[in-house]
């Protein structure tokens, strides 16, 4: 982990029930033993370099005047962790496990490219619009539970509450903070992806949770349910929803196959009848596309194919941004008129999301996943 100079934590033992106080210089290695609680408060944790490793009973991070930035050489396993104070930020700069609970008393975390693993009968609790759990580059909440026939359950306190006429069994469950390119436009910062093991005609009613500094500017009541099967390649628009803006909740039927859904505006001409959904780019009316993007495979860990299908010839500049927008790189190609085919190594880039835009509004963009 990393701290600042003479951080003091109150270190409580709890395989002796004794107490000590502790002063954490720079460039210090913690291990724990048992099952201690550690508290952090008023301190500005913004720099040095330590790392801590063994099992966390209770983290306790208070009244934090600056960044805290968790780090550390290997996978960090907490049981319960409790932010407190309104002006406390967290960083995570390492993949960490969640065995209990993450309460949200005061103060927020951020992924950034990170991941949180919530075991099974963990959960999130007290997310409010000033208290909350972000992911600013990419990474994202993860949990694996089982689900039969759930009625109203809402997995890991994640914020998608889930209700189906089917046996689930296994399922996956991720909320991610990236806005993603739909046909639409930009989406909101949130977004949730289900995978269960049983995914047909899964009759379900889901209602998906949203907070205020997520929307992108947008009125929620103006947005739909965007869906996609295959990380962000072809889209699904959901138009018959139902809004609930005074409790942040977005409520909606998926009588088919859980997937990935996000909410961002309608888009133009998009045909409206909501039970023939079919691939974004097919459903768009009175607009023709001349070349079109697609992406494999996505999620991507190394190389990345591009194919380009264009009814003529011409010179294009493809530009990569990350999930906040920002500019990565620009690919010059040049397209014949049929089927091209070109590939980008994304060996260098973090985990995240990306989006692959081309320097012409008339061809649809892709989101690529790097995992």
């Known amino acids: 982990m990393r701290f600042h100079h003479n951080i003091f934590l109150l270190l409580l033992l709890t395989t002796t029930g004794l107490h000590a106080q502790m002063s954490f210089h720079d460039h210090v290695h913690v291990t724990t033993q048992g099952y201690p609680s550690i508290v952090v408060q ?95 580059n990419g990474g994202f909440f993860w949990m694996t539970t089982f689900l039969s026939y759930p009625d109203g359950e809402e997995p890991g306190g994640l914020g998608l509450t889930i209700t189906s006429d089917a046996d689930l ?31 047909s005609e899964v009759g379900a009613k889901l209602v998906f949770e949203y907070r205020e500094g997520e929307l992108n500017g947008y009125d929620p009541e103006d947005l739909v349910v965007w869906k996609t099967t295959n990380g962000g390649l072809h889209w699904e628009m959901l138009l018959e929803v139902d809004h609930e803006p005074d409790a942040n909740l977005v409520v909606f039927a998926e009588p088919d196959e859980l997937a990935m859904y996000t909410l961002a505006p309608p888009a133009e001409n998009m045909a409206m009848n909501s039970n023939d959904l079919g691939d974004a780019d097919r459903r768009l009316e009175g607009k023709t596309f ?65 989006w692959l835009q081309a320097n012409d509004e008339s061809i649809l963009p892709v989101a690529v996943v790097k995992q």
């Open 290 to 354: 001349h070349t079109r993007l697609q992406v494999y495979p996505n999620p991507v860990h190394d190389q990345l194919s591009l194919q380009i299908e264009s009814d003529q010839d011409r010179e294009l500049e493809l530009r990569l941004l990350d999930a906040r927008g920002r500019l990565i790189r620009t690919y010059s190609a040049t397209a014949v008129q049929g089927t091209n085919q070109t590939t980008f190594s994304f060996t260098e880039y973090p985990a995240g999301t990306y």
């Open 169 to 199: 069994s296994l399922t996956q469950f991720r909320r991610g903070h990236s806005s993603l390119a739909t046909p639409g436009g930009p989406s909101i910062e949130r977004w949730y992806q289900m995978k269960p093991a049983n995914n």
């Open 42 to 136: 008023n301190a500005d944790i913004d720099a040095g370099d330590a790392d801590l490793s063994g099992q966390l009973a209770v983290w306790v991070i208070r009244n934090i005047f600056g960044p805290y930035y968790i780090d550390a050489a290997t996978p960090l396993p907490f049981d319960r962790v409790r932010l407190e104070g309104e002006d406390t930020e967290v960083l995570l700069g390492q993949y960490i496990t969640l065995g209990h609970e993450l309460d949200f008393a005061g103060g927020r975390i951020d992924l950034m490219d990170q991941i949180m693993m919530i075991e099974p009968g963990a959960v999130l609790v007290n997310e409010d619009d000033y208290s909350y759990g972000t992911a600013s």
